[in-house]
């Protein structure tokens, strides 16, 4: 294997490679999407309404603590079925005894007159003193379940109801100043700022009690309910600089008046530069640095699990009181910054208000999909740069230097416009050239040029030789084209575009002579040279026709030349536009069949030659519809991609035929139906005519596959495996036009094949005087190679007669039937 072969197996590699690449890439952002969804989908709605229970709030729905409270309550309620109402007492709010009265008599009378509950959920101290205190009144036997309760006291009051169970508030102060310690070793005042509440005065308790563990530090004790605004406002101003502020439970002051959590944080961090902790939630993101509180959301969904056990049968005596639940840690990433602080002494789970969105936040969910597209992009550009120095080897190396990159774009500029293996424009580039540049004013021709029969100088010749003959014609062809000032464009495999300005062909003039005699001009190859032809289709501008739709004309034009022989020039014209218009009728036609049940099959006979006896039937399609024939729409569903239709559906009549024949006890011969070589691409076929097989219990040795010569020849993985798959169904394969354009019998010995069908152009130039001993040579080869072998269009006794002394094993030919109905062929006999 030489240098440049080894180029293209690592392009072939790498464009592979890539490809995977982007499907993995296309999972990670399908499955990056999919997530996206579900995370903004609405929450469901909730089941079927079975309890209904009363949540007594302490305070009012804009405390703090509410909006965690509630969304922990309808995260476990809601979808257990449990509908629940909530009452909030407003304890702040309550100036004497005769408050306490009010709302006694308020929830009084909605516990008689309007609801009934089977159990009721407490939140936060003061309530839970309101149904303790009044618990046989307006609660007698009801299930409780509390949560939020700073007081220890008013815990083991209420653990001794057997009606009782529930949560404490741990403050996570003890937590919250160790952390704040060790962020701030160097700041040695603490100051307490607390109020004179019940929560207030259990916190300043509690920090009173912890800074004996800080015996080098001073405590400074900032009482709110002592102080008015102006007062406080001082002496957070006051503060020293090397002090921590600890904002517990401070929301009054000196007059009674109640302030809301955001406006005292508010007025806390106006006034002061000092650190602030706090170990309560609330005021995240707003000023204050951090610290380390009780999950409230959790504790109220554990409440709600522990609600939803006690409805449904669980004894309360038997469940357990929680005293620790879940805290979590909450930092601002922006006031860490501030003060320069060490975020490896934060817990690992620690959350950051105010943090800066990086790279990965806004990226992170695509950044897998957009790391395997940059990959694959690589992998795609490293091909094309293997393939340009493949193609370029023989020429020079490429020459390294420090402008790579601009070199790099400028190869990519060239692969997008130019064709990298033949050095000329490639077909979008021209396409687009002529649909953006011309009007139709302009005066010009388009021409489409097709090799004759290239296929088989890849054949014949090798691959490499082949390429060599395409790169010597696109010199040759370049050369003309430049020297008379036209475009050239590579239009596909062994096609060319030329685009000729300010001229309208006709199939005689100087242009059009010039490409034919430079094509048809010698090849040299050593010591040997090659003749070859093209056939070219041209399409004139005519003030009317866009450029986009000249090139089709040409390509249509260049198609018929093929048609007409091969080896010469057809202009577009209007009996050609009619022709695409029948051919868009027969479309059509198809396509009605397809969809009306359009189509059967004609059997033409075959026949033993020793017993002149019916062997078996080649099953031809027919369409239904008048007038028109085989020659007609099968052209036509090839070009379409139609033609695996009209495979399933005739395998599906042949075989439909098969188990008709056998209902009705006709003596059963192999039928064989044709296969195309475009019904490779039709992958399921195999499971489809296995599936028919098994649903009409016919065997499979009565169906049989005709398939063209080249189709064996052309040895694709694809229609090795899928030969493999027909034999191992016991189905016969035949090759059909045997002789039609190959020379070579060597593949014979090699090729799975059954049955060998002499096509009758064979028949008719080699089975005359003189000539028939090739036709003899022919069958007795095949005999060697274990093959049948049957004639085709065998049209005359005398060759029936010089056919069965060669030992030709079948005839088919209309000298004993044409194609006839199933209903004639199942009883024809030979008279």
């Known amino acids: 294997m030489n240098k440049r072969h080894y180029f293209v197996f690592f392009r072939n590699n790498l464009i592979g490679l890539s490809i995977i690449l982007f499907l993995c890439a296309f999972i990670f952002l399908v499955k990056s999407i999919n997530t996206s969804k579900n995370n903004n989908l609405e929450p469901q709605a909730p089941v079927e309404v079975r309890h209904r229970v009363l949540f007594l709030s302490s305070y009012n729905p804009f405390y703090f603590t509410n909006g965690a409270q509630i969304r922990g309550l309808e995260k476990s309620l809601y ?50 003193k309101f149904v303790l205190d009044y618990q046989d009144e307006l609660f007698p036997k009801m299930p409780v379940v509390f949560f939020s309760i700073n007081s220890m006291e008013l815990v083991e009051q209420a653990l001794q109801s057997p009606y009782m169970i529930g949560f404490y508030e741990n403050g996570y102060l003890n937590e919250t100043m160790k952390l704040a310690v060790k962020l701030f070793p160097n700041r040695k005042k603490l100051v307490a700022l607390h109020d004179q509440s019940d929560v207030g005065k259990n916190d300043f308790e509690t920090f009173k009690e912890l800074c004996k563990e800080y015996k080098d530090y001073a405590l400074i004790d900032v009482d709110t309910s002592v102080l008015t605004q102006g007062n406080l406002i001082f002496l957070l101003e006051s503060l020293p600089n090397d002090s921590m502020l600890f904002y517990m439970t401070c929301y009054t002051d000196k007059s009674g008046k109640v302030y809301s959590m955001l406006s005292r944080t508010n007025t806390i961090v106006q006034h002061t530069d000092v650190p602030i902790f706090r170990n309560y939630i609330g005021g995240e993101g707003k000023g204050i640095l951090g610290g380390i509180y009780m999950d409230f959301e959790e504790q109220c969904f554990m409440a709600g699990n522990v609600l939803y056990k006690i409805l449904n049968g669980a004894e309360i005596t038997k469940l357990p009181f929680i005293e620790q639940t879940p805290s979590r840690c909450d930092f601002d990433y922006s006031l860490m910054k501030k003060y320069n602080l060490d975020f490896s002494l934060l817990p690992s789970d620690t959350i950051f208000y105010n943090q800066p969105d990086t790279f990965l936040h806004y990226y992170g969910k695509i950044l897998p999909s957009a790391v395997l597209i940059v990959l694959a992009l690589v992998f795609l550009v490293l091909s094309s740069h293997l393939g340009s120095r493949s193609s370029k080897l023989m020429l020079r190396d490429l020459q390294l230097s420090h402008d790579n990159l601009e070199k790099y774009q400028e190869q990519l500029l060239y692969q997008a416009e130019y064709d990298e293996f033949l050095d000329i424009l490639n077909r979008r580039t021209i396409t687009d050239t002529l649909r953006n540049t011309l009007t139709e004013k302009d005066s010009y021709s388009v021409l489409i040029i097709d090799i004759d029969g290239f296929k088989s100088l890849n054949e014949n010749y090798g691959h490499s030789m082949a390429d060599s003959i395409l790169q010597y014609l696109t010199a040759l062809l370049k050369g003309i084209s430049e020297e008379n000032g036209w475009k050239i464009a590579r239009f596909g495999g062994d096609e060319y575009l030329i685009f000729i300005p300010n ?96 189509f059967f099959m004609l059997y033409q006979p075959q026949i033993d030659t020793k017993t002149k006896k019916v062997s078996g039937y080649e099953a031809l399609v027919r369409m239904k519809e008048p007038g028109i024939y085989p020659g007609q729409f099968i052209p036509v569903a090839e070009r379409s991609g139609w033609i695996w239709r009209i495979g399933r559906i005739t395998t599906e009549l042949v075989i439909k035929q098969l188990a008709l024949w056998r209902d009705e006890g006709k003596e059963l011969h192999p039928v064989s139906v044709n296969y195309s070589s475009n019904q490779l691409n039709d992958y399921g076929y195999v499971d489809f005519l296995e599936e028919l097989l098994k649903k009409y219990d016919v065997p499979a040795h009565y169906l049989e596959i005709e398939i063209t010569e080249g189709v064996f020849l052309e040895k694709s993985t694809l229609a090795d495996e899928i030969f493999k798959r027909f034999k191992v169904l016991g189905i016969r394969l035949l090759m059909d036009d045997f002789g039609t354009g190959y020379s070579s019998l060597g593949y014979l010995t090699y090729i799975p094949v059954d049955v060998i069908k002499l096509d009758k152009s064979l028949v008719d130039t080699y089975l005359v005087d003189g000539k028939d001993s090739f036709i003899k040579n022919i069958i007795h080869l095949m005999h060697d190679l274990d093959k049948d ?43």
Not at 549 to 564: D, F, G, L, T
């Open 503 to 598: 001229e309208v062909l006709t199939a005689e003039c100087e242009s059009v002579k010039k490409i034919l005699d430079g094509i048809r001009s010698p090849i040299p190859l050593g010591d040997e040279s090659l003749g070859i032809t093209a056939s070219i289709g041209a399409s004139c501008s005519d003030g009317v026709t866009l450029p986009e739709q000249h090139i089709i004309n040409a390509e249509s034009a260049m198609y018929e030349a093929k048609e007409r022989g091969k080896n010469g020039i057809v202009i577009y014209d209007e009996q050609m536009k009619k022709k695409v218009r029948e051919e868009a009728v027969i479309k059509e036609k198809l396509q009605h069949a397809f969809d009306n049940d359009g």
């Open 789 to 831: 072998m049957i004639i085709e269009g065998v049209e005359e006794e005398w060759q029936y007669n010089r056919l069965l002394e060669f030992g030709a094993d079948k005839i088919q030919g209309y000298y004993f039937s044409k194609p006839i109905p199933a209903n004639e062929a199942i009883v024809f006999e030979v008279k």
């Open 79 to 128: 979808p257990k079925g449990i509908e629940y109402d909530v009452v909030y007492m407003d304890r702040d709010s309550f100036l004497s005894i005769n408050d306490v009265y009010a709302f006694h008599d308020y929830l009084k009378n909605k516990l008689q007159n309007h609801s009934k509950y089977e159990a009721l959920l407490v939140g936060d101290d003061a309530a839970l």
